[in-house]
């Protein structure tokens, strides 16, 4: 039985992670580094401090502001977006419908900031359409590790084992996986790795496909 369906956000409810490579790379050079696109694909599903700590390591400059390029990513990303449209994907709306009519409680477990999930959300018209909104800057440890998704079945006093997450990322999969907690990879722009892939419930294609298995455990 499904009583609870967590979404992530980024890569999964909205195709923002291109938008926010878009910005890493614009704002890394800049800076006088040289990033790649394979350095942002290690940045996909880890909080605030974890992207910090990885700046360091890609760069190895004793004397970067990492608060700082994180800072102008963000501010870049929110331009992109601004100027392009939030773009929804394919498939979320109907499925928060589906969710409704059953009943089930809907939740969003990201490693962005409360105010990014808060404007994200507002931005895609879906102010109101989630019982919960949790950034993992919230608990000890962001995703992989299970903090995020736990204290979202606390809160609403749902049991792990009848919730279900969605996830497009490793981290997040390995995070809902370690707090027991079936999980669906809907992936984005990395696939999962075979072994991954095949603890999850399934892997598809697009939100509009998580649907059935919806009806069926519901």
């Known amino acids: 039985m499904i009583k609870l369906v967590i979404f992530d ?8 992670e291109r938008a926010t490579c878009r910005a890493f790379m614009e704002k890394a050079a800049q800076w006088g580094y040289e990033p790649t696109e394979a350095q942002y694909l290690q940045l ?14 890609f760069f190895h400059d004793e004397e970067l502001d990492a608060p700082e390029l994180y800072r102008q990513v ?6 992109i977006l601004s100027t392009e ?18 009943g089930i409680k809907k939740a969003v477990a990201s490693g962005s ?6 404007q994200n959300i507002a931005a895609a018209g879906l ?29 609403l006093n749902i049991e792990p084992s009848d919730a279900l997450v969605l996830e497009d990322a490793e981290n997040g999969v390995r ?8 999980v669906i990879n809907v992936p984005d722009m990395l696939p999962l ?4 892939a095949g603890q999850c419930v399934s892997v598809e294609e697009s939100l509009c496909d998580v649907i059935p298995y919806i009806e069926k455990e519901a």
């Open 9 to 16: 956000m980024d890569g999964l409810m909205f195709d923002t």
């Open 44 to 57: 996909l599903g880890l909080n605030a401090q974890a992207i910090l700590a990885k700046y360091h390591e």
């Open 74 to 79: 963000g501010e870049r990303k929110a331009q």
């Open 85 to 102: 449209g939030m773009p929804v994907k394919k498939g979320l709306v109907g499925l928060l419908d589906v969710l409704d009519q059953k």
């Open 113 to 118: 900031s409360f105010e990014s999930i808060e």
């Open 127 to 155: 102010t109101g359409r989630f019982d919960l909104l949790m950034t993992t800057e919230w608990v000890k440890r962001g995703k992989p590790f299970p903090d995020v998704f736990l204290a979202i079945c606390d809160k």
């Open 175 to 182: 995070a809902a996986l370690a707090a027991g907690i079936r």
């Open 193 to 196: 790795p075979e072994k991954l």
